[in-house]
């Protein structure tokens, strides 16, 4: 495997594990957590929440600075592929500072005495700033993989 191919798959392969990790977080860890009664919910996300922000950020960023690199190693059409996975990761990565991360603060300043709407509140509006985040992220997994299966030798 040359250079080109390492960063390529480099790009793909992080896309894949933060795009598969954000869309496991959608359809099974929160809606599990949404079926547990207060305070158990409460502090689950809590948790959650400590966790995912110590990994998350290196996974995104990684996935961004990956697919960046690509893109300045192809050429083509395979060059704008990569950087539109990176700049789409990029944008998921703003809107994840902007809204869910300052509803992340929110969450971990909730007391276990909190009520179960001021609770559900938060959640819902974080859910529904995950569900735009997932979307973009599967769409720039998309274009890593179409760039990525390209080849570097195209």
């Known amino acids: 495997m040359n250079r080109k191919d390492g960063v390529a798959a480099l790009g793909a392969g992080l896309a894949g594990l933060l795009t598969g990790n954000e869309l496991g977080t959608l359809v099974a860890v929160h809606p599990a957590v949404r079926q547990l009664p207060m305070p158990s ?5 809590q948790a959650l929440t400590r966790r995912y922000g110590t990994l998350m950020p290196a996974l ?3 996935a961004i600075t990956a697919n960046a690199a690509a893109a300045g190693s192809a050429t083509g059409p395979r060059r704008w592929l990569f950087a539109a996975a990176s700049g789409t990761y990029a944008t998921m990565l703003a809107l994840t500072f902007l809204g869910n991360m300052p509803l992340n603060a929110a969450t971990l300043a909730l007391p276990t005495s909190a009520s179960e709407a001021e609770f559900r509140s938060v959640r819902e509006r ?7 985040r997932v979307a ?5 997994l998309g274009l890593a993989t179409a760039a990525a299966s390209q080849g570097a030798s195209r």
């Open 41 to 45: 919910a409460l502090l689950a996300e």
């Open 60 to 62: 995104m960023t990684g």
């Open 126 to 132: 974080w859910e529904r700033l995950h569900l735009v």
């Open 136 to 140: 973009l992220d599967l769409l720039a």
